[in-house]
């Protein structure tokens, strides 16, 4: 069974902050995604890796980076957290389908 | 661009109704249709899918067929649970990126009662 964790499932922090959210996987696919979701407005793509140390843009970057040093791992950064990204972020990863994790569920106040 | 719409919820029926969630496409070239569902608490799963015009994809006595003609995806099922209730998102990937990015509708939240 493909299974994708999320280093957390609830996180509060304050606007200002650095936040990190983790994302590991244990199929060894090459492609991974970072999302989030927001009510009306389903998915939204913000950044994706298809290899170590190698990203992309989706389409929603603004405010986020992300790394990838080793190929089961994606980390999803917010620099600078502020309020308009509370929200729930979804991580994937890719083989011929999308597989998900959980969710982590971001407060910024 | 490529692009997915939905029908907007909350649709509401009883036990064992009829359910069609309706979605629809705009995409360049032949994409890759999907139904995921996300029930409370957890993330998507993918529930179905269909890769080419006429595919009718099936899981867990849900059904939808890639209509090319209609570029529509429509989910139904002929009976439903409560067990059933959850958030629908309808997606494509036109997979010329090679990446399997998916494109994803706004979601449908469906609540079923006994």
């Known amino acids: 069974d493909v299974k994708v964790t999320q280093s957390s499932r609830y996180l509060v922090k304050r606007t200002g902050e650095k936040v990190f959210l983790e994302c590991v996987q244990d199929?060894?696919?090459?492609?991974m995604f970072w999302y989030r979701q927001d009510p009306g407005l389903g998915l939204r793509l913000i950044y994706f890796?298809?290899?170590?140390?190698?990203?992309e843009k989706g389409d929603i970057p603004e405010g986020y980076s992300v790394s990838r040093e080793k190929k089961e791992r994606f980390s999803l950064i917010l620099e600078s957290a502020s309020t308009n990204q509370t929200s729930m972020y979804l991580c994937?990863?890719?083989?011929?389908?999308?597989?998900f994790g959980p969710g982590t569920r971001l407060t910024v106040t | 661009g490529n692009s997915v719409t939905q029908m907007e919820g909350p649709v509401t029926l009883s036990e064992e109704a009829f359910l069609t969630i309706n979605c629809t496409y705009t995409a360049t070239g032949y994409p890759s249709l999907f139904w995921y569902v996300q029930y409370p608490g957890e993330g998507l799963q993918l529930l179905l899918k269909a890769t080419k015009a006429d595919d009718k994809g099936s899981n867990k006595g849900f059904e939808a067929t890639y209509r090319k003609e209609t570029t529509s995806f429509h989910l139904e099922k002929g009976s439903v649970q409560v067990s059933d209730s959850a958030v629908y998102f309808c997606a494509l990937s036109d997979g010329t990126d090679g990446y399997n990015k998916l494109i994803f509708g706004a979601g449908t939240r469906l609540a079923v009662h006994p």
């Open positions: 994937a990863s890719s083989g011929l389908e999308q597989y």
């Open positions: 199929m060894d696919h090459e492609n």
């Open positions: 890796s298809y290899d170590v140390k190698m990203k």
